[in-house]
Structures are given as structure tokens and as C-alpha cells.
């Protein structure tokens, strides 16, 4: 596909437990086209976390090789998405002091700085820093204190940090793809992006999002983002669950759970029936879809008590007007919004990437939503790569994990 020198393109690059996704969009003047998608099983990765660096690459190579075909283009930098248990949220505030009486840029980013300056360890390194609200002088509810008079201006703001360890393992696998990472993004945060209405984050709603080893959990009220949280569990548990009690192979219990998984027993035909895969070079059996069912249904309850828990603990459970909003893979499983509702006890819809346009019937799935997600935050940030791209633009391996580093110290 050819591509004018002017073009702006934006690459996204989704690094599950189960699946890598990259998606290339190019920035209109109507918003982002989806342009290019690639695809590939995730080897290497564990609950959200590179434990294989060579499996990663490549299945990360294959990824970008198939988004780069479609699109027509070459890939060198991206924005990548990063979970796991070791991502923290804490809400946070500074303080400072108006010179001038006016509020100008400068000061704004006094003020940021000073609220991030708290102390963490030094394993571990500030992701975000998300305004929520600023305040002059004691008027609050202010969302750009920009040319304002005053004397004295304060933020409030959501910092989220994550194991240096981590994320430079996530560098260290794009650098040895040829890949410069632009920016590193929560996974949660790219998929709100995606799937969140405006209005729905005035009014309080939380954001699940359910991928193959983690639970990402996401909570906006007054428009602002004020929890984050991941739990260590997602649709690998459900899998491994179909494999031991049906005793089949965990390939095939992905398979069986792609094809007849249902979260809620009352959507299943207790008549229907399924081929089961058995171990040790044993013939097939038949069962019905209910046994299935059986398994799968007590692990989706188990995952939506701990969000429960989560959200509870938060001081946030009460805000969430607009209710629950359920994305990533997993999430695909038919019966999980009516489980979701019956536990959480909140309205619940399944969220798939909006606002976009090109391949827009491919990429209309939850399975797709942190990657598209990555795309638009990166359209928003700025940071587009021009066309063409030459192989000498292309940074060292390390140089973005000793800036970070630098800017930590």
C-alpha cells in the first residue's frame, strides 16, 4: 500500500499472554485509520510479564512482519502496552507557589512535578502521571488552570509505576526487533481509550479488562482516572481449569473453550453435546456442553469476586454510575456480561474499539481494544514517525531504558 512521504503513522504493539497484537494506524484529519494488523500466539510471556526473551521476539517479529505486509510500510517505532502484577496506582497531590499572578505553562509543570515526587524504590519507576483536577487558590474542579489568576495552584493527580525490571524487558524485546519504543503504556489505560464513552467517565464507571494472564482493572470518576489495580487472573486460568477436569490437552481445551465456552449455564441447551480430545493417544469422547460449562462458569464468578474486592477496597464501588465496562480477550466468552452483572450488581456492557476508521469491521472486537487503544494515545501524544523510515533513524538498545533511569535519579 502506498504511502506519501507525509504520512503519519502510528503503531501499536499489545504484548499479551496469549496473543501479540500490532496495529498501524495512520492519523487523518477525521482521527486514525486502522491501516495494517498483525497477529501472533504469544510465547515468552506470563501473566503479564516477558519470562522468555527469545520466545517474545519472536512471536513479536511475526506480529509486526504481518501488520508491515498489510499496511505497506516499515515499522520502527511503537507504543507498547505493559501489565502485571507489579503495576501500582496511587493518588497523589503538589503544591506550589504563582509568581506572576497568572498561571502559565511553567507553572503547570511545577506543579506536576512536584506531586510526582514521592518517594518509591529504586526498582521501580513512574509509568503516568494523569491529572485529575486542579485547584487555585481552594476553587476546585478545575481541568486547565492555564492564564488563570492566582496565588497559589494545586494537582491532584493519579501516578501509576511499574518494576524498572519490567518494562526494560519489554524495550529489550523491541530493540531487538529493530524496534524503538516511543512510549510504554499501561494496558488498561490504551484500552480505555478505545472503549470508553466521554460520558461515561464523567459519571463513574470502571473499566475490566480481561486478557489471558491478568485483570486489569480501570476507574474514572468526574472524567479523571482514580484507581488502578491487576490481578493475576484471566482466561489462562479458565483453560487450564477445561484441561485438568476434562482431562484434555491444553490446546485443545483453548480450542473447546473458543468454540462451545459459555460463562452462564442458563444460555446452554442441556441437550447439546461436544467431542472431546483425551490424552495418551486415546480416542475422542462426547459430553454435553453443560460439563463445559460447569468449569468455566465458578472460574468467571471467581475473577469478577476479586474485581468486586478490588473496586470495594478502592472507596470507589459507589461512584460508578455508568457501571461496568468489560474488554480485552477473554471477554469475548458468551454469558460474561450477565455473570458480570449477577456478581459486580452493577449495569455491565462488553466494550470494542470505537472512534476509528479503515479496518474497522477487523479490529471491532474486545481482543483488539489495548492495541487500538496504544494507537490513538499515541495520535493524541503527538508522536507520530514519518514515511519513509530509514534503518540509520533507528535507536540503540538501550537508550530509552537510561533515560528513564536518568530521569529517575
Not at 83 to 95: D, F, H, L, Q, T
Not at 119 to 144: C, F, K, N, S, T
Not at 247 to 276: F, I
Not at 327 to 338: D, K, L, N, R, S
Request: net charge negative.
Amino acid at each position: 500500500m502506498a504511502k506519501s512521504k507525509n504520512s503519519e503513522i502510528i503503531v501499536g504493539l499489545d504484548i499479551g499472554t496469549t496473543k501479540i497484537a500490532c496495529i498501524v494506524g495512520e492519523v487523518t484529519e477525521d482521527g486514525v485509520d486502522i491501516i495494517g494488523i498483525g497477529t501472533a500466539p504469544s510465547k515468552g510471556m506470563r501473566r503479564g510479564n516477558v519470562v522468555n526473551i527469545d520466545a517474545t521476539v519472536t512471536s513479536i517479529r511475526q506480529a509486526v512482519d504481518e501488520a508491515e505486509n498489510m499496511a505497506g510500510c516499515e515499522i520502527s517505532s511503537v507504543y507498547a502496552a505493559i501489565s502485571g502484577p507489579n503495576v501500582r496506582g496511587m493518588n497523589k497531590n503538589g503544591i506550589v507557589a504563582i509568581k506572576d499572578k497568572e498561571i502559565r505553562s511553567a507553572d503547570i509543570v511545577r506543579v506536576l512535578d512536584q506531586a510526582k515526587a514521592v518517594a518509591i524504590p529504586m526498582d521501580r519507576e513512574v509509568l503516568h502521571v494523569l491529572p485529575q483536577q486542579y485547584l487555585v487558590d481552594d476553587q476546585d474542579g478545575i481541568r486547565d488552570p492555564l492564564g488563570m489568576s492566582g496565588v497559589r495552584l494545586e494537582a491532584k493527580v493519579h501516578i501509576v509505576t511499574s518494576l524498572v525490571a519490567s518494562v526494560q524487558n519489554v524495550i529489550r524485546c523491541a530493540n531487538r526487533c529493530n524496534l524503538q519504543v516511543a512510549d510504554i503504556v499501561l494496558e488498561s489505560l490504551a484500552a480505555s481509550q478505545a472503549v470508553l464513552e466521554d460520558d461515561e467517565k464523567e459519571l463513574g464507571v470502571a473499566l475490566i479488562d480481561i486478557g489471558g494472564g491478568t485483570c486489569d482493572i480501570m476507574v474514572y470518576a468526574d472524567g479523571a482516572i482514580v484507581h488502578t489495580s491487576v490481578i493475576e487472573l484471566g482466561g489462562e486460568r479458565v483453560t487450564n481449569d477445561i484441561a485438568t477436569l476434562l482431562r484434555t490437552p491444553l490446546e485443545s481445551a483453548e480450542k473447546l473453550k473458543r468454540k462451545y465456552g459459555c460463562a452462564w449455564s442458563q444460555l446452554v441447551d442441556q441437550s447439546e453435546t461436544m467431542e472431546v480430545p483425551s490424552v495418551g493417544g486415546r480416542g475422542p469422547r462426547t459430553i454435553k456442553r453443560s460439563e463445559l460449562v460447569q468449569v468455566i462458569e465458578p472460574r468467571i464468578e471467581e475473577i469478577f469476586e476479586f474485581v468486586k474486592k478490588d473496586l470495594m477496597r478502592s472507596g470507589y464501588y459507589d461512584t460508578l454510575a455508568a457501571g461496568i465496562v468489560l474488554t480485552g480477550g477473554a471477554t469475548v466468552m458468551e454469558g460474561i456480561v450477565e455473570v458480570a452483572e449477577q456478581v459486580l450488581e452493577l449495569p455491565t456492557r462488553r466494550g470494542a474499539p470505537t472512534k476509528i476508521g479503515g479496518l474497522v469491521d477487523v479490529v471491532r472486537s474486545p481482543s483488539y481494544s489495548t492495541g487500538v487503544g496504544l494507537v490513538m494515545f499515541g495520535a493524541d501524544q503527538g508522536k507520530s514517525i514519518q514515511l519513509p523510515i530509514r534503518s540509520e533513524d533507528r535507536p540503540g538498545m538501550f537508550k530509552r531504558a537510561w533515560s528513564r533511569l536518568a530521569e529517575m535519579f
